[in-house]
């Protein structure tokens, strides 16, 4: 039946519906599709009606409440949402058109790895908070429909509040809680501990991890070799850019790169342009040379720079998680090489480019300074609302160290695959406009020269299992410079 009715009412949506792997997706985007269509109040089959909804039923607004605090703590620290919108019982009028607004999201979100942010109520709060007219809700407490969390915990009754009824100092309604939603042991479970044989499985991998991983940095040397003076700043008030751009094997990109720089509406007087060329079998250097000699004085400097680390491995198979450790360890060593020949002290940013991204928008600079932020990334994509493919960028939001985790190491890197819901890529989260990450990648990559000149650089070996862009990100945010991503701005890298 819901078929027929996506079908009839909602034929553009269809392709999307249709394409959820997953019932409650399915199930998040029809309620919003039957509330804009018939109006009325949709609730979860878990959900108890224990007061009549007259108080809400001449509302004109959508009417919702928060879910409790404890959800939000679990849910809403790295997205940064001031708050989570309970989407398991809503009322609305038909055809408001909020609800449209909310549908232009999910498209763009089919093949998020959470729920919650493809369909639920994180998606459903960032829709709310982009929505042109904040005054079309009314939101309540949690306690109006859902007064009890996920660990059967009972928060306290608040008078229910509307226009109609202003609330009243010391005057608490009667009917506060209209419906009861309950979470525990219907479709939500705690996680069960683990097994005795996952235990052991987790100590096997951890021993083979701890035999096998090489050579680490260590915390305290991480730490010594920042300055302090560079962490207590903030982001650089000058706007002089260093473009960092690190290249192999890429005497296609070159010309087609500086026609792209070159369209940037940034102003050129205030750009450098910084390569390094190295271990290419190709006419790179040749040319990077030739290409340069043409732009003149366009830019405010332009510097080219070889460095020969001397990895070699098929590119076919360069993605391959044995290969990563020693061909991560040569990109870092390029990385620091550019920053300690390439930046001086009157670059206020560092933007680091790879060679084959090869589309982004005319405004990217001003865009990623705007955040206010010193380490900021865009999303790289292959194509306009794909999958992320810097893959490198993400946040963890399962940070547990179990036998799934030391079983994803190899050569002392953590690999996992790219579908883990533990890490969530930056093309899962495009409901928001920003979000703090715990790795960076370097595609396109954003960062105040300050903490590079401070002593801030890429570890050239394993930390904390990481290596080059995102130890370099794992070391920022211990330092208290917390990496930033922007999901809605996207970079187009080449599709190798």
């Known amino acids: 039946m819901l078929l027929d009715f996506v079908a009839e009412h909602y034929p553009s949506f269809l392709p999307t519906y249709c394409s959820y792997q997953n019932g409650v997706n399915r199930a998040d985007a029809a309620r919003y599709l039957l509330l804009h269509h018939f109006g009325g109040v949709y609730a979860d089959l878990d959900c108890e009606c224990v007061a009549p909804f007259d108080p809400i039923m001449d509302e004109h607004r959508i009417v919702v409440c928060q879910e409790p605090d404890s959800h939000w703590a679990l849910q809403c620290g790295f997205r940064g949402l001031p708050y989570l919108l309970f989407n398991g019982t809503i009322a609305s009028p038909p055809g408001h058109p909020f609800w449209p607004h909310l549908l232009s999201y999910l498209s763009d979100l089919a093949d998020a790895k959470e729920v919650i942010d493809a369909t639920g109520p994180c998606l459903f709060t960032s829709a709310k908070l982009s929505f042109p007219d904040q005054t079309a809700f009314a939101i309540h407490p949690s306690t109006l429909f859902t007064p009890v969390d996920r660990d059967a915990v009972t928060g306290v009754c608040a008078p229910l509040i ?8 010391g005057k608490v309604e009667d009917k506060s809680c209209l419906s009861v939603h ?15 044989w996952n235990r052991i499985r987790c100590l096997v991998f951890k021993a083979c991890h701890q035999l096998t991983k090489g050579k680490t940095l260590h915390p305290k040397a991480a730490r010594r070799s920042v300055d302090p003076a560079c962490l207590s700043v903030g982001p650089p008030s000058g706007g002089n850019v260093a473009i960092l751009v690190p290249l192999r094997d890429a005497a296609d990109q070159i010309e087609f790169f500086l026609a792209t720089i070159q369209d940037l509406d940034y102003p050129k007087d205030r750009i450098k342009l910084v390569f390094c060329e190295g271990d290419s079998v190709d006419e790179s250097w040749r040319r990077l040379q030739s ?8 830019y405010r400097d332009i510097v080219l720079l070889q460095h020969h680390v001397g990895t070699r491995f098929d590119h076919k198979k360069r993605w391959k998680p044995r290969f990563q450790r020693s061909r991560r360890s040569g990109i870092a060593k390029v990385r620091n090489h550019l920053i300690e020949n390439g ?11 790879d060679i084959d991204v090869w589309r982004f928008p005319r405004d990217i600079i001003g865009r990623l ?3 206010g932020r010193r380490i900021v990334v865009p ?5 306009s609302g794909g999958p992320s493919f ?24 953590y690999q996992p695959l790219p579908t883990f819901v533990g890490r969530l890529h930056l093309s899962d989260l495009r409901h928001l406009e920003i979000v703090e990450l715990h790795g960076v990648g370097g595609t396109m990559l954003l960062v105040d020269a300050a903490l590079h000149r401070g002593g801030l650089c890429f570890p050239e070996i394993p930390y904390r299992d990481l290596i080059e862009t995102e130890a370099f990100a794992a070391v920022a945010r211990e330092l208290g410079v917390v990496p930033v991503g922007l999901p809605q701005v996207e970079v187009l890298h080449v599709p190798w």
Do not use: Q
């Open 390 to 413: 810097d893959l490198n960028s993400f946040v963890t939001n399962r940070p547990e160290k179990d036998h799934h985790y030391y079983r994803s190491i190899s050569k002392g890197l």
């Open 369 to 371: 300074m705007a955040t």
């Open 162 to 169: 509307t226009e109609r009824t202003p609330r009243v100092p």
């Open 343 to 353: 930046l001086d002290a009157t670059d206020d940013w560092a933007l680091w480019i």
């Open 291 to 298: 290409a340069v000699e043409s732009l003149g004085s366009r």
């Open 379 to 383: 999303n790289c994509v292959v194509r």
């Open 182 to 196: 309950y979470w525990a042991r219907t479709w939500w479970s705690p996680m069960p501990p683990p097994t005795v």
